[in-house]
Structures are given as C-alpha cells and as structure tokens.
C-alpha cells in the first residue's frame, strides 16, 4: 500500500490534469504445480483526481483480465441416423483462453453499445476473428457456443457487480483463475469511466507458469515434441503390456 500513496503523491505533485488511475494485482506471478486447484486474485487500485477533490462518486470501474490468445477450431455435432457426429465447423485466429471482466455496475448501464464493443466490455462483445469468410448469422451462433462453452469451464466470467468502491476513491475486484487455466502472460486492465467515456486506463501484468515436474514436462514437450511423442507411445504400449500380463497372473 505504501509504494501505492507513494505513486499517487508523486503524480499529483507533478501537475497531471487528467484522472490519475494506478492499479495493482494481489500477484504478479502464479505458479501452477500438480494438484492446482485454482486461486483468485485481488485486483485494486485507486483512482483521484488531480485538483485533490474525491474522484470516486462519479466514475464507474471496470477491471478485465485477459489470457494470451490462441487459434482454435470449433466443431459443432449434428445427430445423423441417430449418431452425433462433427457437421459444422469455423476456426477463430485469436480467441482469448481466458477472459473475465468486473464492473461496479451494469455495463450496459456505464457505456453504450459501441463503446462496449471497442474495449471489449462483457461476453458478447468479445471480438474472436474467425478465419476466412463466415456468414454473419453463423458467425454470431460459433461465437455463442465458444462463449458458452468456455464459461461453462469457468474460463469466461462477467460480474456485473464485481467491482466495490470505498472511501471514494479506491476500489477492488476479486477474480477466480480455475485449475484449467493456460499459462503465459495475462493482462489486468483497468478502466475508470464517466458519463459514458472512458477518461482514464491503466494495465498490469499477471504470469501463470508450470512450477516442478509438470513444468519440466512442458519444456521437454515443447523443444522436443518428436521424442517426446514417441516416448509417450512407449510408456503407452508398456503399460498396456504390464497390464495384460498381471490379469494373466491373476
């Protein structure tokens, strides 16, 4: 906290005219070991104005933490001759694997449609990019079932009341990251809005890293994908033996 009045003591002395907003994550770095279970995270911060007058009772906080991107494709199963099978599909180049917004209200009560639709405010704003040419109604239903589908995962999350400001002036927002989560480097930002603008931002920086063996793993997946695809079929096929010989035994 002490870093923190420093920060804004500093920028206040230096004459800024606009809001001053500085943000701050409960943790920079979340290492993810066998048996994660998922943890949250506290993001705050506080926002003042620079005459020295409380800034909080006119602007609304909407906080967003974005994982890195990736390109996926998603199938879409149709019951032919009583059997489910892949019929439909799109691929997306750059679909967040994570994504979770906070706001101290509403927002659609806080901005309007195309201001949402600018900073990606709430789940269906998101902007997935699909890949190659897709009709405009299918594109908005792949979009759904990818939304859908990854919220049923708790990877996407919206809380229209996550945000809670006190003293005026700072405020706070807890988010939970589930035990699925990729790693990389995830994105807080933080959006101090009036009257419908967005009047002052401000991002920081989250990484989630394999810690211990399953981290090991990775690297060697990674680097060397050859061997250790092989050596995956290796331990499969001995497993399969050991397995069959002790029902033998038995």
């Known amino acids: 906290m002490r870093p923190l009045l420093a920060l804004i ?3 206040l002395l230096a004459g800024a005219r606009d809001p001053i907003l500085v943000p701050e994550v409960s943790q920079h770095e ?3 070991s066998q048996g994660f279970t998922g943890t949250e995270l506290l993001l705050f ?3 003042l104005d620079p005459s020295g007058t409380r800034a909080g009772r006119d602007y609304d906080i909407v906080v967003i933490l974005k994982g890195p991107t990736q390109a996926i494709t998603l199938r879409e199963k149709e019951k032919i001759g ?3 099978l892949n019929a ?3 691929a997306f180049r750059s679909a967040p694997s994570y994504y979770a917004v906070a706001s101290s209200r509403p927002i659609k009560d806080i901005v309007d449609e195309r201001t949402a639709a600018i900073y990606e405010l709430g789940l269906d704003r998101l902007q997935l990019s699909p890949v190659g040419e897709i009709d405009p109604d299918e ?3 792949f979009s759904a079932g990818l939304v859908d589908l990854r919220a049923r995962q708790g990877l996407y999350q919206q809380n229209d009341r996550g945000v809670t400001v006190s003293e005026q002036v700072l405020y706070q927002a807890r988010i939970s990251l589930p035990s699925n989560v990729q790693t990389g480097v995830y994105t807080a930002e933080t959006l101090a809005i009036t ?3 967005v009047i002052a931002s401000a991002t920081a920086k989250v990484e989630v890293r394999k810690f211990g063996f399953g981290r090991l793993v990775a690297i060697f ?5 050859l061997a250790y695809g092989l050596l995956a079929v290796g331990l499969s096929i001995a497993m399969g033996w050991m397995a069959g010989r002790l029902f033998v035994l038995i």
């Open 139 to 141: 594109q908005a239903r």
């Open 88 to 90: 439909h599909s799109t």
């Open 221 to 225: 997946a990674e680097n060397w994908s």
């Open 195 to 197: 009257k419908g603008r």
């Open 9 to 11: 003591a500093l920028l």
């Open 30 to 32: 979340i290492q993810v």
């Open 82 to 84: 009583g059997i489910w």
């Open 45 to 47: 911060g506080a926002i």
